[in-house]
């Protein structure tokens, strides 16, 4: 799954050697259910995670865009509040560590590239991670972590850094929580290493339709990222319904993904309005929300799917299974742990996220 400028490459390269394929190696469809089961499977996601939006410009690339400009449109709050003047303070003073915005534009041809040739191969494609993020706060960009955790005082800069550069220090930062997450807090100190700076809803929407347009116009699913904002992306998501109707709600299924914050009663809601919402709980976010328990008793049984939310390829099968092991406590499902238990009768949650999965992706 692709997040940012460096990865997209590396998602197209490692779907060209691994990609799962619909098709057997002599063109045949895949038989079995059984089948679908073996072997290692990579399906490709490209995007552009709402983290890393801000490095990103609307415009066309020729065109001239003034940084401070740029910034200051996404970072500050409007000038009737109160923390206008020290934050557009705090903007000049970090500006030159941030990197000269780039056009998104060819980025999304760049996307489209990568998702048609991966259909042509007959890979499976999504677009992913993007999404709308209001918990999100953009780090100090002087500010470096060391192996420790801990971090330097401003560092010299010569140079104006780069978008990688940004996006490095950014994912860094989301590795740090991700440390924070997993119970070693002492390891980080993290309000500190972290500006006021949230980029505008206005923004992140405007990329996110960029990314979902192009999600329509090929028919390929999306994985969405919707933390503390339910709201807007259920606005969202109504709008986007108005202007693309049918194209959008019969062809491409959505997933929303660790569904971080969202009340019952919205899910409940966004199930009657969107056939294409599918939810996935996963341990290391839904996990730490209180709601989300009731969000899996309330959501409809075939909407649900799991992951485990994590970058960290060692722990994705354990997480995958914890999560899988949770929804079936939740639902009061029985849990398929054998071959045997795979040909009974009575479908158990393993299944049930089977048949889900196979529905959501059209297989
Ligand atoms: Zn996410």
């Not at 929580?177 to 972290?194: A, C, D």
Request: hydrophobic share 35%; proline share 6%.
């Amino acid at each position: 799954m692709a997040t940012r400028t460096t990865d997209q490459e590396l998602v197209a390269e490692f779907s060209e050697d691994h990609g799962r394929r619909d098709e057997d190696e002599y063109g045949r469809e895949r038989e079995s259910k059984r089948r679908r089961r073996a072997g290692p499977e990579v399906i490709a996601c490209f995007g552009y995670h709402p983290w890393f939006c801000h490095l990103l410009h609307l415009g066309s690339p020729d065109q001239e865009v003034n940084k401070e400009g740029h910034y200051a449109s996404i970072f500050l709050p409007s000038e009737a509040s109160t923390s206008y003047t020290s934050q557009k303070q705090l903007l000049s003073e970090i500006l030159p560590d941030l990197p000269e915005p780039i056009s998104v534009q060819p980025l999304i041809e760049q996307m489209r590239t990568h998702a048609v040739q991966a259909q042509k191969r007959g890979s499976l494609v999504m677009i992913g991670e993007v999404g709308l993020d209001r918990s999100f706060r953009v780090p100090f960009p002087g500010h470096k972590a060391n192996h420790c955790g801990e971090h330097t005082e401003v560092e010299e800069h010569t140079n104006t850094p780069s978008v990688a550069d940004a996006e490095a220090k950014i994912a860094t930062s989301g590795e740090e929580e991700m440390v924070k997450k997993l119970n070693q807090p002492e390891l980080i100190s993290r309000s500190k290493n972290l500006t006021p700076f949230r980029p505008s809803m206005d923004h992140q929407i405007a990329l996110l339709e960029m990314q979902m347009d192009l999600a329509v116009e090929l028919g390929i699913n999306v994985s969405l990222h919707s933390v503390k904002a339910q709201g807007p992306t259920l606005d969202f998501l109504r709008r986007f319904k108005k202007k693309h109707g049918a194209m959008f709600t019969d062809r491409v299924n959505v997933d929303v993904h660790s569904c971080g914050g969202w009340s019952v009663e919205s899910w409940v809601d966004a199930e009657k309005h969107f056939p294409n919402l599918y939810l996935s709980p996963s341990i290391a976010i839904s996990g730490r929300t209180p709601v989300t328990p009731y969000l899996i008793r309330a959501a409809d049984p075939s909407r649900l799917l799991v992951e485990s939310d994590t970058h960290l390829i060692q722990d994705t099968t354990k997480r995958v299974w914890a999560a899988t092991v949770w929804i079936a406590k939740c639902r009061g499902w029985k849990i398929e742990r054998t071959e045997e238990d795979l040909e009974e009768k009575d479908i158990g949650v393993v299944r049930r996220l089977e048949s889900n999965w196979n529905r959501f992706m059209n297989l």
